[in-house]
T-cell receptor, first 112, second 116 residues
């Protein structure tokens, strides 16, 4: 799987939007962009995924650059509960039964 | 069930002892994955199953680690002769068949293994 690059840490104020960036310059045409997060003392949790178009769900939005070499996870109003490590992961659509390859992720701190 | 269940939550073993961890995947999910998280953000894939068959075992330290997923039983991960370096949180995840649109993996709460 292609590699992703994320900042080690970010801070946000409660109730403000958060934009978590991810670079994936070697992404292939069949790679989906997935985001998972890991809350303290819990297992990772699926957040969102997309291929080319921007995606929205109840948890977040995913904005994908036109060239697909980068993407941004958007939390529209951060809450204290959103403090977690956020992982951007590429998965080949042809291998969706394969394991996830986690990078080091971004530690998001939400300030009250 | 609708959640991946893992038991026990915590397990303490003396070096050299055996450790056995259990995972009940979400009912209807065909794939089961085991991951090891040693340091806070570092995940290592161990093994995956498609139903009761090993799908990918490229991450398994085969000399001491073994795993099974038998029909009508929880999946298990067993470590013979544990070492200090095996201390980690072990996560199990399950996912539906890709053909059913299953992109996501659903993770359990993990088992924290401490080897003393």
């Amino acid at each position: 799987d292609a590699k992703t690059t994320q900042p080690n840490s970010m801070e946000s104020n409660e109730e403000e939007p958060v934009h978590l960036p991810c670079n994936h310059s070697t992404i292939s045409g069949t790679d989906y962009i997935h985001w998972y997060r890991q809350l303290p003392s819990q297992g990772p949790e699926y957040v969102i995924h997309g291929l080319t178009s921007n995606v929205n769900n109840r948890m977040a939005s995913l904005a994908i650059a036109e060239d697909r070499k980068s993407s941004t996870l958007i939390l529209h109003r951060a809450t204290l509960r959103d403090a977690a490590v956020y992982y951007c992961i590429l998965r080949d659509v042809r291998g969706s039964a394969r394991q996830l390859t986690f990078g080091s992720g971004t530690q998001l701190t939400v300030l009250p | 069930g609708e959640e991946v269940a893992q038991t026990p939550k915590h397990l303490v073993r003396g070096e050299g002892q055996k450790a056995k961890l259990y995972c009940a995947p979400i009912k209807g999910h065909s794939y089961v994955f085991w991951y090891q998280q040693v340091l806070k953000n570092e995940f290592k894939f161990l093994i995956s199953f498609q139903n009761e068959n090993v799908f990918d075992e490229t991450g398994m330290p085969k000399e001491r680690f073994s795993a099974k997923c038998l029909p009508n039983s929880p999946c298990s991960l067993e470590i013979q002769a544990t070492k200090l370096e095996d201390s980690a949180v072990y996560f199990c995840a399950s996912s539906p068949s890709p053909g059913t649109g299953g992109h996501e993996q659903y993770f359990g709460p993990g088992t924290r293994l401490t080897v003393t």
